[in-house]
T-cell receptor, first 111, second 113 residues
Framework: TQLLEQSPQFLSIQEGENLTVYCNSS?????LQWYRQEPGEGPVLLVT?????EVKKLKRLTFQFGDARKDSSLHITAAQPGDTGLYLC???????????FGAGTRLFVKA | NAGVTQTPKFQVLKTGQSMTLQCAQD?????MSWYRQDPGMGLRLIHY???????DQGEVPNGYNVSRSTTEDFPLRLLSAAPSQTSVYFC????????????FGQGTRLTVV
């Protein structure tokens, strides 16, 4: 069974601080996605990374896919209260169509 | 352009009742899937479909049935509801393969008493 472990599970920081969320597995994925979810809403896709070692930037968010395609990280620079939410990583298995989600990292950014 | 529409948004069932959760998409995506989200456990895949007429089981399929007669619709049926099926259910669609779940619906909050 493929598992994706996210850490930390919960993070409470002050506005302006930097943070990194990690997503780790012993399995290889064909791609990995990061989502953000707000209360009462469905997850919203932030990014998909496909190539080992790939780095993608989305404004203050930087996403990296591990060289071996088993892990990923999300780094937020100068966090803002609007970044508050549940961040989920999800790996698509090498067969192509089954996605495994991590349990999520709940981020709270205080003004 | 509605995207992914789930109905109902809320539902309370008695143990043993059956019901169908509806999911419709207007993006002409081949891939559709159903997840349940429980506290501390992330999203778990129930069933998925890679196109009309094709469905397959995910991680937690027991107690649920699906069908995919059209590209647009992917209903999830609970055969005999149990309290363990109390959860928030999400439908998702995507263009397939590397971007399987690109768009999620707003969810159905189901309580089984």
């Amino acid at each position: 069974t493929q598992l994706l472990e996210q850490s930390p599970q919960f993070l409470s920081i002050q506005e302006g601080e930097n943070l990194t969320v990690y997503c780790n597995s012993s399995s290889v994925f064909s791609s990995l996605q990061w989502y953000r979810q707000e209360p009462g809403e469905g997850p919203v896709l932030l990014v998909t990374v496909v190539t080992g070692g790939e780095v993608k930037k989305l404004k203050r968010l930087t996403f990296q896919f591990g060289d071996a395609r088993k892990d990923s990280s999300l780094h937020i620079t100068a966090a803002q209260p609007g970044d508050t939410g549940l961040y989920l990583c999800a790996g698509v298995n090498t067969g192509g169509f089954k996605t495994i989600f991590g349990a999520g990292t709940r981020l709270f950014v205080k003004a | 352009n509605a995207g992914v529409t789930q109905t109902p948004k809320f539902q309370v069932l008695k143990t043993g009742q059956s019901m169908t959760l509806q999911c419709a998409q207007d993006m002409n995506h081949e891939y559709m899937s159903w997840y349940r989200q429980d506290p501390g456990m992330g999203l778990r895949l129930i069933h998925y479909s890679v196109g009309a007429g094709i469905t397959d089981q995910g991680e937690v399929p027991n107690g649920y049935n699906v069908s995919r007669s059209t590209t647009e619709d992917f209903p999830l049926r609970l055969l005999s509801a149990a309290p363990s099926q109390t959860s928030v259910y999400f439908c998702a669609t995507g263009p397939g393969h590397l971007n399987t779940e690109a768009f999620f619906g707003q969810g159905t909050r189901l309580t089984v008493v």
